[in-house]
């Protein structure tokens, strides 16, 4: 599998003893959650940002890859990391939010990031999914311009259908399993302007996490769409995210 220049799995070695292992989404590569794992390293935390299976690279490669597998990267990374630190937060963007809920309700972790987590979709496909897998190889995405930020824009332009089901079931299993068994410190991050995800997923998140109130904060953006590592307001989530890992209250 040949990968896309900058879409490679990111490490950036930090001096504290805590770490954060950083998800990408569906159709995306590890380089739109850079700038916030530079900025944490900046502030002497451990990242990792690992290319999820069969991302990065063709589509055709994206289309063999299953939700199974994407997981299994998310391990992978998380065992990575554990034999260096006892501390260890996940945070994960749309695709990548669901699979840190998964980790969170499965893993030792300390706390998650959730930003433009996927529990409600727009789309009126989604219960055709199965059948149209046979019809349809790929999806037109919505391509958005973030300006400067758009190097780190590497996902492909158009969506595999094949993968969905999968991925819609993992949506499935955190809304109904996981997300009220995490006990761990939570952010959940989620703009209004999101056209992939309903901007209520995020409200639904943060009041059905088993965690305590005064360990989930909900953080509402008002000017970003979906990537909001990359939108208008990436500084005030690069902030949330520092703040915390530091234990104090985004604003």
């Given at each position: 599998?040949?990968?896309k220049?900058?879409?490679?799995?990111?490490?950036?070695?930090?001096?504290?003893?805590?770490?954060?292992?950083?998800?990408?989404?569906?159709?995306?590569?590890?380089?739109?959650?850079?700038?916030?794992?530079?900025?944490?390293?900046?502030?002497?935390?451990?990242?990792l940002?690992?290319?999820?299976?069969?991302?990065?690279?063709?589509?055709?490669?994206?289309?063999?890859?299953?939700?199974?597998e994407?997981?299994a990267?998310?391990?992978?990374?998380?065992?990575?990391?554990?034999?260096?630190?006892?501390?260890?937060?996940?945070?994960?963007?749309?695709?990548?939010g669901?699979?840190?809920?998964?980790?969170a309700?499965?893993l030792?972790?300390?706390?998650?990031?959730?930003?433009?987590?996927?529990?409600?979709?727009?789309?009126?496909?989604?219960?055709?999914?199965?059948?149209?897998?046979?019809?349809?190889?790929?999806?037109?995405?919505?391509?958005?311009?973030?300006?400067?930020?758009d190097?780190?824009?590497?996902?492909?332009?158009?969506?595999?259908?094949?993968?969905l089901p999968?991925?819609?079931?993992?949506?499935?299993?955190?809304?109904?399993?996981?997300?009220?068994?995490?006990?761990?410190?939570?952010?959940?991050?989620?703009?209004?302007?999101?056209?992939?995800?309903?901007p209520?997923?995020?409200?639904?998140?943060?009041?059905?996490?088993?965690?305590?109130?005064?360990?989930?904060?909900?953080?509402?953006?008002?000017?970003?769409?979906?990537?909001?590592?990359?939108?208008?307001?990436?500084?005030?989530?690069?902030?949330?995210?520092?703040?915390?890992?530091?234990?104090?209250?985004?604003?």
């Amino acid at each position: 599998m040949e990968i896309k220049q900058g879409a490679e799995t990111f490490f950036l070695q930090g001096e504290r003893p805590e770490a954060l292992l950083l998800i990408h989404g569906y159709t995306g590569t590890p380089a739109e959650l850079r700038p916030l794992g530079e900025r944490l390293n900046a502030c002497g935390y451990t990242v990792l940002g690992p290319r999820l299976a069969g991302h990065g690279g063709s589509l055709a490669d994206l289309a063999a890859s299953r939700a199974e597998e994407w997981y299994a990267s998310v391990e992978a990374a998380y065992e990575r990391l554990a034999k260096n630190h006892a501390s260890i937060y996940v945070a994960g963007l749309s695709l990548g939010g669901l699979l840190a809920l998964k980790a969170a309700a499965k893993l030792p972790l300390k706390g998650g990031i959730y930003m433009s987590t996927p529990i409600f979709v727009p789309d009126r496909r989604l219960p055709f999914l199965w059948l149209l897998k046979y019809f349809i190889k790929y999806l037109p995405k919505r391509r958005r311009s973030y300006g400067e930020m758009d190097v780190y824009n590497l996902c492909n332009d158009r969506m595999p259908v094949a993968p969905l089901p999968g991925l819609f079931r993992l949506l499935k299993e955190c809304k109904e399993n996981y997300i009220r068994a995490i006990k761990s410190r939570a952010l959940i991050i989620q703009a209004s302007h999101d056209h992939t995800v309903l901007p209520v997923s995020g409200r639904y998140i943060y009041e059905n996490l088993g965690s305590r109130k005064e360990d989930k904060i909900l953080l509402s953006l008002e000017q970003s769409g979906h990537i909001v590592t990359l939108d208008k307001e990436r500084e005030k989530v690069f902030a949330a995210v520092a703040n915390f890992l530091q234990g104090t209250t985004a604003s």
